[in-house]
């Protein structure tokens, strides 16, 4: 921590500010996969730690270099937006493989095959 | 001041992480289903990545960042491995 004393008061306030919020929005998103009934509630939880937990604390990390550098630094955004661009594909991907496995095995939470427009002529299992 | 600000938000930042790690974990030990393991590995990468990022802040060298986009990268990609195995049953066909 020999840096810490580069960094005025003002930007380690905003620091541990966006880094409380980061990390505490993850903990509320993972405590929610754990504590949620079924699988299609629980897939919706994590993705407040790849929104605003993520951001904050990336957030704090720009803020933090930039003060101590005397610069922009602002490499932080690589991780910003490709979890932004990739959360939704592989959690899209994984609701609709596990709604592929339980029509398959004729579960009674979610809608059968034939329920899925059938004039739209292409088959419901495709991606 | 400000290390002491800094000290206390980033140890505490940490350890929430942390235990956002072992909910992850206890989901995938627990989970009923193979999609509740592979939703539950996958909001753990995104927790390490982040306490890389935290460590990156208490260390104040930008080495960690190199780190954290190599796991958003990979975690990414396992996890579209794995949700495609469970709709497949293969990964390449």
């Known amino acids: ?6 960094i005025p008061v003002w930007a380690a306030l905003l620091i541990g500010f966006f880094l409380l919020i980061g990390s ?7 405590i929610g996969m754990l504590r949620f009934g079924s699988f299609y509630e629980r897939v919706h939880a994590p993705t407040l730690g790849t929104t605003w937990g993520t951001g904050g604390i990336l957030l704090a990390s720009i803020i ?3 003060v101590l550098q005397s610069r922009p630094v602002v490499h932080e955004l690589l991780i ?7 959360t939704p594909v592989s959690l899209m991907l994984l609701a609709r493989s596990a709604l592929y496995r339980d ?9 059968p095959f034939e329920a899925v427009t059938p004039a739209a002529g292409v088959k419901p299992e495709i991606r | 001041m400000s290390a002491a600000i800094l000290f206390w938000s980033i140890s505490i930042a940490q350890l929430f992480l942390v235990a956002a ?3 992850c974990v206890t989901r995938m030990v627990r989970g009923p289903r193979a999609q509740d393991r592979v939703l539950g590995f996958d909001a753990l990468y995104v927790c390490a ?3 890389l990022l935290t460590f990156g802040i208490r260390t104040g060298s930008t080495l960690y960042f190199e780190a954290a986009l190599v796991i958003s990268l990979l975690g990414f990609v396992s996890t579209i491995a794995l949700a495609k195995f ?3 049953g293969e990964v390449i066909e």
């Open chain 1, 80 to 86: 910003a937006i490709f979890i932004t661009v990739t």
């Open chain 1, 24 to 30: 505490g929005l993850t903990l509320l998103g993972t």
């Open chain 2, 86 to 88: 469970l709709m497949r």
């Open chain 1, 64 to 66: 933090c270099f930039t």
């Open chain 1, 103 to 111: 029509r398959t095995e004729n579960a009674e939470a979610v809608p």
């Open chain 2, 49 to 51: 990545m982040l306490l």
């Open chain 2, 21 to 23: 790690m072992g909910c």
């Open chain 1, 1 to 6: 921590m020999t840096h810490a004393t580069d």
